[in-house]
């Protein structure tokens, strides 16, 4: 059996600035289990990490994907002369994401594509994600 596992977590929730080592003992402890195999124990905190980490991964990408097909669906809005107000409304959106699409669609030119105009609201905050 292992001992000082919760100091040795404590000091590496504060070497990393990760609190998850101290939550992850802690949850542990909840369950009444014993940690005999700190090597396994923590690879298997390791595959947690990535596991959360590749579920960031996707919803980021989702978002991003969403916010790339509103973008293109502007884009054709903003082509065919529709203010941000008739935009917003037939993309049933509101008008202050709509207006912050039309800006980067300004600056980076009606003949640019959706990603180049994501990435500019990227570089230029102009917008938040759309949220799902």
Same mark, same amino acid.
């Given at each position: 059996?292992?001992?000082?596992?919760?100091?040795?977590?404590?000091?590496?929730?504060?070497?990393?600035?990760?609190?998850?080592?101290?939550?992850?003992?802690?949850?542990?402890?909840?369950?009444?289990?014993? &940690?005999?195999?700190?090597?396994? $124990?923590?690879?298997?905190?390791?595959?947690?990490?990535?596991?959360?980490?590749?579920?960031?991964?996707?919803?980021?990408?989702?978002?991003?994907?969403?916010?790339?097909?509103?973008?293109?669906?502007?884009?054709?809005?903003?082509?065919?002369?529709?203010?941000?107000?008739?935009?917003?409304?037939?993309?049933?959106?509101?008008?202050?994401?709509?207006?912050? &699409?039309?800006?980067?669609?300004?600056?980076?030119?009606?003949?640019?594509?959706?990603? +180049? &105009?994501?990435? $500019?609201?990227?570089?230029?905050?102009?917008?938040?994600? +759309?949220?799902?």
């Amino acid at each position: 059996k292992i001992h000082h596992v919760k100091e040795i977590m404590e000091l590496m929730t504060y070497l990393t600035k990760d609190i998850r080592f101290k939550d992850a003992y802690e949850e542990k402890k909840k369950k009444g289990m014993v &940690i005999g195999n700190m090597l396994e $124990w923590l690879n298997e905190l390791e595959e947690k990490r990535r596991q959360e980490g590749r579920q960031e991964g996707r919803q980021e990408g989702l978002r991003e994907g969403v916010l790339r097909g509103m973008i293109g669906l502007s884009l054709k809005k903003y082509k065919r002369g529709c203010s941000v107000d008739e935009a917003a409304d037939a993309l049933e959106n509101n008008p202050e994401e709509i207006a912050g &699409i039309y800006a980067a669609i300004r600056a980076c030119g009606a003949d640019s594509t959706p990603d +180049v &105009i994501l990435k $500019w609201m990227e570089e230029n905050k102009k917008t938040q994600p +759309v949220m799902i």
